[in-house]
């Protein structure tokens, strides 16, 4: 059972473009939602993280958008670069529970210069 | 600030063999994690330990043992290696119990195949 399904796999857009990548959940006890990023031969980073008591959180040209009633969370990338280029891995967790992060399965972005 | 510290970064073996993995993190972590890595699959947890002592079995556990040997070091062992586990391994730790301590910090990875 998927828990956290995103979309697209892949993902090409022009420099200066807008990238979004968006997420679905199921389990309506998940209460914390972060974006990770990855480059070529590295782990995985924190990007940015949103909880559900609000609907938006802007870091940069980075932003989470967030639907309760929907159960959907997205990630947009405004004036992509082609430094963007990496996988962006969406997650959830319940705070205070099984400590456990759920992936989904990831998007790889590609700017073109 | 090393961080998360995994080795080896490489590693090619044959079917049946066996070999652990080390991790250690120097952030005084409560919770650590093993994830592996396939395309298309994203990130899967293999195993986590919540704090020193205690370990559980996350989603594919399947063929691998863990060891919580102390508060830094979890180390992952395969005991007979199949050509399914080639992959690349991750492993991770975060604070636990304190508000915002969900960030997860990640080791460079190693990556496995078994042939």
């Known amino acids: 059972q998927q828990q956290v399904k995103q979309s697209p796999q892949s993902l090409i857009v022009q420099k200066g473009g807008i990238s979004i990548i968006n997420c679905a959940y199921e389990?309506?006890?998940?209460?914390?939602f972060p974006w990770y990023q990855q480059f070529p031969g590295k782990g995985p980073a924190l990007l940015i993280a949103i909880r559900p008591d609000v609907s938006e959180k802007k870091e940069g040209r980075f932003t989470i958008s967030f639907n309760k009633s929907a159960k959907q969370f997205s990630l947009h990338i405004m004036d992509s670069q082609p430094g963007d280029s990496a996988t962006y891995f969406c997650a959830a967790s319940i705070q205070g529970g099984s400590e456990k992060l759920v992936f989904g399965k990831g998007t790889k972005l590609t700017v073109n210069p | 600030n090393a961080g998360v510290t995994q080795t080896p970064k490489f590693q090619v073996l044959k079917t049946g063999q066996s070999m652990t993995l080390q991790c250690a993190q120097d952030?005084?972590?409560?919770?650590m994690y093993w994830y592996r890595q396939d395309p298309g699959m994203g990130l899967r947890l293999i195993y986590y330990?919540?704090?020193?002592?205690?370990?559980d079995k996350g989603e594919v556990p399947n063929g691998y043992n863990v060891s919580r040997l102390n508060k830094r070091e979890f180390s992952l062992r395969l005991e007979s290696a199949a050509p399914s586990q080639t992959s690349v391994y991750f492993c991770a730790s975060k604070k636990s119990g304190t508000l915002g301590g969900e960030k997860l910090f990640f080791g460079s990875g190693t990556q496995l195949s078994v042939l």
């Open positions: 330990s919540a704090s020193e002592g205690t370990t």
């Open positions: 389990n309506t006890a998940f209460d914390y």
């Open positions: 952030m005084n972590h409560n919770s």
